[in-house]
């Protein structure tokens, strides 16, 4: 890093373009804090890879995803914000202003730090998946799909963006089939019905992908699929006795008796299996991380962090609701949350500061 | 998605008569480059990446949402660096997007001297681009 020290201080750097950094930037920058905000490696966020937003209020006919973030960026300029190409690599948040050092090699300094990350597709750990990642398979339908006119395809997962991803999917493929580790979906019932009443979507229950056949030339050609009737194939595969003796044997010949390994030719493969927080540069700082990655914010309606100052919105902050509405809504809660902050003492940058507040 | 780069030294496919193509598509002016160009054939492209030096080639979809989020970096790329920019709609050209085995969008070729040397699916961070093309101009 070019410890850059001369940087300009800013108010507030919002990392991330999904819609969670976008209406903290409008807020921001109605607020005349002219927020930085630095836009990543998957601009837009996840809303850019799905298809129309039914959901979100004010839209009877649904919006498209893209739209939304499209004009969520129009309207977060059109009040100042500043949108700069950037990937935060670490992040120096012991001292302030913080400092954020890029991926290029440069420094931004800021007084508070609004993280709205997001989460990325999460990959099943099959094997092959990492040589044909984009060589057939893929994390977006929306933007694959396309690609396979006449194919037999897979889904794999069983949430809302797996039924999507199914349900778009058949608009190309010849046949669709979602493949689920359990014998139930999770997605909501109104998707779940969707993808089952639809002709062009079968299902393949407690079964998972083991393998992805294919090269970057040909791309996917098949898969190795396993399954057990109690779910979780997987899991029991990796969970069977790994000893020779006899009783080892025998226990092994218990846990993976019912595992069946099938091959299947297919000619695409669709994750949609969640998605895992981009905390990577908070790893480290005395910004809390729970065990799945996502920040801890404090208890309450609140986007505080562990570390004052930071604060957090959107899918990197909610394991739970995850929804295009509700990461709006944590978006501007955290550009009020900084405003609130940065009028108090403590934000002004000294320790002293802090430590005078501390003493009172 | 998003994964690692894979350089791989592919053969182009499509023969290329030199002569043909340029009378076909008369050498762009500086001033062009400036902005994205947009391929029209195979023999087009050919010609752009016999042209110049560095030619970051987009295979592109006009339904696709990275794709259109990737438009504005690639107009700043065109005007900044000193690589030039060739956007293929893949739905036009179905048989070129094929040659170059694309399987998702966007996908990004990158022609160093005529030859290929990068292929990437999915979107990538405009200063890694930037990275990427500067690295390939000498």
């Known amino acids: ?360 | 998605m998003y994964c690692t780069i894979h350089t791989k030294p592919l053969n182009r496919l499509g023969a290329y008569t030199g002569v043909m193509a340029t009378d076909a598509y008369p050498e762009p002016s500086d001033d062009q480059t400036e902005k994205p160009l947009h391929v029209e054939s195979e023999d087009h492209l050919d010609a752009i990446v016999d042209e110049h030096d560095v030619v970051l080639v987009d295979f592109y979809a006009d339904w696709c949402g990275p794709c259109k989020m990737l438009e504005p970096v690639l107009e700043e790329l065109a005007r900044e660096t000193e690589g030039v920019i060739a956007k293929v709609d893949v739905d036009g050209l179905t048989q070129l997007a094929g040659a170059y085995g694309v399987r998702g969008v966007p996908t990004l070729v990158l022609f160093a001297d005529g030859e290929q040397v990068e292929q990437h699916t999915g979107a990538l961070p405009g200063d890694r681009l930037r990275d990427l093309i500067e690295g390939y101009i000498e």
């Not at chain 1, 791309?219 to 595969?237: A, C, E, F, M, N």
């Not at chain 1, 390994?261 to 990577?280: A, K, S």
Request: net charge negative; proline share 4%; glycine share 12%.
């Open chain 1, 1 to 360: 890093m070019n410890g850059d020290s001369n940087a300009p201080v800013r108010d507030v750097v919002i990392v991330g373009t999904g819609v969670a950094g976008l209406s903290a930037a409008v807020y921001a920058a109605r607020a005349d804090l002219e927020p930085l905000v630095l836009e990543g490696p998957e601009p837009g966020g996840q809303l850019t890879l799905t298809t129309d937003v039914e959901n979100f209020l004010g839209f009877p006919e649904g919006v498209g995803g893209m739209e939304l973030i499209q004009r969520g960026k129009e309207q977060a300029s059109r009040f100042g914000a500043e949108f700069v190409h950037g990937t935060v690599a670490d992040a120096t948040l012991d001292d302030r202003p913080f400092e954020l050092h890029l991926s290029n090699g440069e420094t931004r300094r800021t007084r508070a730090l609004i993280v709205a990350t997001g989460a990325s597709a999460r990959w099943v750990g099959a094997e092959g998946e990492a040589d044909l990642m984009g060589y057939g398979v893929s994390t977006c339908a929306t933007c694959d799909g396309a690609f396979h006119r006449g194919d037999d395809v897979l889904v794999i997962g069983g949430g809302d963006s797996a039924m999507e991803e199914a349900l778009f999917l058949t608009k190309f493929a010849d046949s669709v089939t979602v493949v689920h580790r359990r014998d139930e979906l999770r997605a909501s019932e109104v998707m779940a019905k969707r993808a089952r009443d639809h002709d062009g979507v079968s299902f393949r229950w407690n079964s998972e992908l083991l393998e992805i056949h294919g090269s970057k030339d040909e791309g996917v050609t098949g898969v190795t699929l396993i399954s057990h009737p109690d779910g979780y194939p997987r899991q029991k595969l990796e969970a069977s006795p790994t000893g020779d003796g006899p009783a080892d044997r025998a226990a092994k010949t218990r846990e993976t008796g019912g595992i069946e390994r099938e091959f299947l030719d297919v000619g695409g493969i669709f994750y949609g299996v969640g998605h895992v927080p981009n905390t990577d540069f908070l790893e480290g700082t005395a910004v809390e991380l729970a065990d799945t990655g996502h920040i801890e914010t404090q208890a309450g309606m609140t986007t505080e962090t562990t570390l004052d100052g930071v604060f957090a919105a959107g899918d990197v902050m909610d394991p739970d609701y995850r929804q295009a509405i509700t990461s709006a809504g944590t978006g501007s809660m955290a550009a009020l949350d900084a405003e609130d902050w940065l009028e108090q003492p403590a934000a002004s940058g000294s320790i002293a500061a802090s430590e005078a507040i501390a003493d009172d």
